[in-house]
């Protein structure tokens, strides 16, 4: 009875396989799977540490497999990874592997960056934003100039308080709690002050200038507009 049983049962996965379908224990690759996150502490803050990329833990967990990501980025359909990418953790991933190809373009255009990559702070910055719009209550870029240096990072507002993100070298501790005050309205240059020696600016002669970000209908309008002209 048991070698019977035992028969019924190998025949049983046999029909599966040839069915295409895998035994519960088996898994995919990793490019198939959402990745797994593991809680850290960063800036102080709880965090979520997961395919090379690291934000706190109020922006939840990554949505897109690797493989998905990949195709949008094999896609050259900027539009595309806009409606799909709807969260930090994707975007930052996103964006993470498009700096691993990143060519040498001096541009600060988001849909250029998003194909191409860029070797400017501002185009990373505004890529995030564009992937971005009006999936989160409040967002946009503070700017930070001196002399010799300049900055920009991506405001983005969640369960009150404002993150500011440096996606331009995408790593641990890339981003910086601000208040819960909205930044745009704010005093551009106090917020700045939180910044300025995260940036590397070794003088407190500098200037600072908030920006809302456009929704996705407003971006394509403008887009529109310059073509025309």
């Not at 600060?108 to 860029?118: F, I, P, R």
């Not at 309205?185 to 500098?206: E, H, I, M, V």
Request: proline share 3%; hydrophobic share 35%.
């Amino acid at each position: 009875m048991k070698k019977r049983y035992a028969a019924l049962v190998l025949g049983l996965l046999l029909l599966l396989t040839a069915a295409g379908c895998a035994a519960p224990n088996e898994t995919e690759s990793g490019e198939n799977l959402v990745p797994t996150v593991k809680t850290v502490k960063s800036n102080g803050v709880e965090c979520y540490r997961t395919d090379g990329v690291c934000y706190p833990t109020v922006f939840g967990e990554p949505q897109l497999t690797g493989e998905e990501i990949t195709a949008l980025l094999d896609s050259g359909d900027t539009a595309e990874m806009a409606a799909t990418v709807s969260t930090v953790p994707d975007a930052l991933r996103l964006l993470k592997a498009r700096q691993q190809d990143s060519e040498d373009i001096d541009s600060q255009d988001a849909e250029t960056t998003l194909l191409c990559g860029s070797s400017q702070p501002r185009g990373w910055v505004d890529a995030l934003l564009y992937l971005l719009a009006g999936d989160y209550a409040e967002s946009g870029r503070i700017d930070l100039h001196s002399s010799s240096n300049y900055c920009a990072y991506a405001a983005i507002a969640q369960d009150g308080l404002y993150y500011a993100f440096d996606p331009f070298e995408i790593r641990g501790d890339c981003w910086l709690v601000l208040s819960g005050e909205n930044y745009v309205n704010a005093d551009a240059q106090k917020l700045a002050d939180t910044l300025r020696t995260r940036c590397g600016f070794s003088t407190s002669a500098y200037t600072a200038n908030a920006y809302p970000v456009l929704s996705k209908e407003e971006q394509e309008q403008r887009k529109a507009f310059e073509q025309r002209e």
